[in-house]
């Protein structure tokens, strides 16, 4: 776990995402990621010398069958407050608008979600479980999809919530969170959308991990690059 704590830390600190008195939301899917991230925050704010806490939110999307009382027990463990926001988003994405390409409408309805119950709960920041291999995936899936070069930022004031986006994990790599989550043996739920494994991201994690037969080293080539070139930050 050292290497979690070093490599969010350091984001945390190159980028300025945390201040003294910051009271943080973090978006708890239920995933290894944002449980990774949940878990390192919580600890984080025993010792990190800017003094912050930490709430978690999950948004309940309204698939049936779905067991949230680990995720409730889990963060009693660590004292970490956890709110579970009942949503529409599955009847409303799936049934009333049936979307072929549904990822794009759900996160931004999971999003509002947790930015309204963030801010009312006192929240001046989100915290989001986006990693280094999603950095990547974004901005292929920009460049190729879309004909622009984008990703998207480790920190983001948004105007009209008045709440701040940070991303603690950008330098971690998914497989780091892999080994995380199973050692910390963190109460991580499948993903019951029926979306899931069949998206364009997903054809994108695929198309990133080829690229290894080229270079080893391509991911994190470009992953620098990003880090240099779009966020402006030199090494």
């Not at 709430?55 to 698939?63: H, L, Q, S, W």
């Amino acid at each position: 776990m050292q290497h979690i704590f070093s490599k969010v830390r350091k984001a945390v600190e190159d980028f300025e995402m945390i201040e003294d008195g910051d009271k943080i939301a973090v978006g708890v899917s239920a995933g290894k990621d944002s449980l990774t991230m949940l878990y390192t925050l919580s600890f984080m704010r025993r010792f990190y010398p800017k003094k912050f806490d930490v709430v978690a939110i999950t948004v309940d999307m309204g698939f049936e069958g779905m067991d949230f009382l680990p995720i409730k027990e889990f963060c009693d463990k660590i004292d970490v407050e956890f709110h579970l926001v009942p949503s529409q988003i599955k009847q409303i994405v799936f049934d009333i608008r049936k979307e072929e390409n549904p990822c794009s409408l759900c996160a931004n309805l999971r999003r509002g979600i947790l930015n309204s119950t963030a801010k009312s709960l006192g929240c001046n920041k989100v915290a989001l479980g986006h990693h280094l291999d999603d950095v990547v995936e974004t901005f292929f899936l920009s460049l190729f999809f879309e004909g622009r070069i984008y990703c998207f930022s480790p920190k983001t004031y948004l105007d009209r919530t008045q709440i701040t986006t940070i991303r603690p994990m950008i330098y971690l790599k998914e497989h780091d969170l892999r080994s995380a989550a199973k050692k910390l043996e963190l109460p991580v739920i499948t993903n019951p959308c029926p979306a899931n494994g069949k998206t364009n991201r997903q054809r994108m994690k695929e198309f990133v991990k080829s690229l290894k037969q080229f270079h080893p080293a391509t991911k994190d080539l470009v992953f620098n690059a990003i880090k240099r070139n779009i966020w402006g930050l030199k090494d």
